[in-house]
């Protein structure tokens, strides 16, 4: 059987973590919850199936012949294959839950990442038609910027003096929900498709690849032409918070009727142009968007030094002809400045979005191949409780003590319309109110990075518990390097 935790544990668990009261992180949860489209309810806690798989668009089973299956079940010790459940709250963005995978499957944010829908649900949204593709940029998908140094990729901070573990708890536990991508940004993403469409029908070059058609005639095959376009064309935004993007597997959604969904989606985006049109002709966006171009350029700048200085401290040295530490150090503080300065722009212009799918698959480290399926399986709802508190004419305290006290009064239903019982209301309620996931069930040991995929991981496993004992050791010394242990860790610990 899987190891499996019942849900009141979690809150012994709670009681002894670290994590202190935050007011702030719990009015901005309750700001998630409130922001709610007409008619639609969003899901305060969202369980997840986090499931390895072996191929990148369809996630099929980990399974692929009979030998792998038996290595795995006798040294990895999965049965049924290498999964995670969670529950998280529903206001957790991508770009967080990048480092709660990591956590849970035994990486370490070494190498690039990304999230996308499965190949069937990308193509029904976008109907082969670049038009409709652009259409979703900055709603669902990010116009692609490759790099390893991409302003994607700015939360890639490590080297505090933290353990690997704890860095990426700080990424996937509150405080790090809020995202800070230049790319993410809807107007961004308006003025790449409008800087691409220009260079496609006027630019002498692009005439010459596409044979002077327009933008709107192009299909998603003639982006191939452009194959670092072409490549990252489903990526999604990492801003996106998991409970406006996924449906309940099991649930009724009206979203599963695609010409519902897509005729939603650009009632949305119509709403948001009747809105800020006028604002886009006005220039006003231009204005905002001069700090976000600084922004990128210098996170992008920041993240190449840092790289070198790792690597190789004293040829940096030379090359800038002084202490290259300082020179970062006045970076860091110039992206913290551009940051706020930058945060309206990137984070309260952005379209609302619905649920499109029951399912997302998350790609890492593209030479090994590791992907992950994730599947939405159950959805949790507050029951809404009447509160006539007068909380502008009372002092913190007072509005504190209202707060814990309405706060025992919460009760959560299922998708089904389902009253859950006490002990599982009072998980979800630490869920919602401490904003941190809960790994309430674990099949298989974890992996690593630079094992070679599910491939090499197998390897692996075989070479450590084989007839070579001097090679055993050594693959055990070096996967212990990876932060590899080899023990089954309870759920209630993964996280």
Not at 337 to 355: G, K, Q, R
């Amino acid at each position: 059987m899987s190891n499996t935790i019942y849900l009141d544990d979690y809150k012994k668990e709670k009681v002894e973590s670290d994590k202190a009261f935050d007011f702030e992180s719990m009015m901005s949860e309750w700001d998630y919850l409130d922001d709610l489209e007409p008619g639609f309810e969003r899901p305060a806690v969202m369980r997840l199936h986090l499931e390895l798989a072996t191929e990148w668009d369809d996630g099929v089973s980990l399974w692929w012949d009979e030998e792998s299956e038996r290595v795995l079940h006798k040294y990895g010790k999965a049965k049924e294959g290498i999964t995670r459940d969670v529950l998280v709250p529903g206001g957790m963005s991508l770009h967080a839950m990048h480092y709660m995978i990591n956590r849970l499957f035994g990486w370490q944010n070494s190498h690039l990442h990304d999230f996308t829908l499965r190949e069937e649900d990308f193509d029904a949204l976008v109907e082969n038609k670049v038009s409709k593709w652009t259409e979703l940029c900055g709603v669902l998908f990010r116009f692609p910027e490759p790099g390893e140094f991409s302003d994607k990729y700015w939360g890639g901070d490590y080297g505090n003096g933290l353990s690997v573990k704890s860095w990426l708890r700080r990424k996937y536990a509150d405080v790090e929900w809020d995202t800070f991508s230049v790319g993410d940004a809807y107007p961004d993403n308006l003025r790449k498709v409008e800087e691409f469409r220009e260079w496609i029908e006027d630019d002498e070059r692009g005439k010459q690849i596409f044979n002077g058609a327009k933008m709107k005639s192009l299909t998603m095959e003639d982006l191939e032409k452009i194959p670092e376009i072409h490549a990252e064309a489903d990526h999604l935004l990492e801003r996106l918070p998991i409970g406006y993007l996924l449906y309940a597997q099991n649930g009724q959604s009206e979203y599963r009727d695609i010409r519902r969904l897509k005729g939603d989606l650009l009632d949305i985006l119509n709403s948001y142009h009747e809105v800020y049109d006028d604002d886009y002709e006005a220039g006003y966006f231009d204005e905002l968007a001069v700090n976000a171009d600084e922004l990128r350029t210098v996170r992008e700048t920041y993240s190449s030094m840092e790289k070198m200085n790792y690597y190789d401290p004293r040829y940096l040295r030379e090359q800038v002809g002084r202490n290259p530490e300082r020179i970062l150090m006045s970076q860091l503080g110039r992206i913290v400045e551009l940051e706020d300065a930058c945060y309206d722009y990137i984070n309260e212009f952005n379209p609302a979005i619905i649920p499109v799918s029951d399912t997302l698959m998350y790609h890492y480290d593209y030479g090994d191949g590791w992907a992950v399926k994730i599947t939405c399986t159950d959805g949790y709802y507050i029951d809404e409780i009447y509160d006539d508190f007068d909380y502008d004419n009372c002092d913190f305290n007072t509005m504190m003590e209202h707060i814990m006290e309405i706060d025992k009064e919460y009760t959560f239903r299922d998708i089904y319309g389902n009253r859950l019982p006490e002990d599982m209301c009072d998980t979800l309620d630490e869920v919602v109110m401490c904003r941190t996931p809960l790994c309430i069930e674990v099949d298989g040991l974890s992996v690593m990075d630079d094992v070679g995929g599910v491939v090499g991981y197998v390897s692996f496993l075989e070479t450590i518990h084989g007839d070579d004992p001097e090679e055993a050791r050594e693959m055990r010394e070096w996967a212990r390097m990876q932060g590899w242990t080899g023990r089954k860790s309870k759920p209630e610990n993964m996280l």
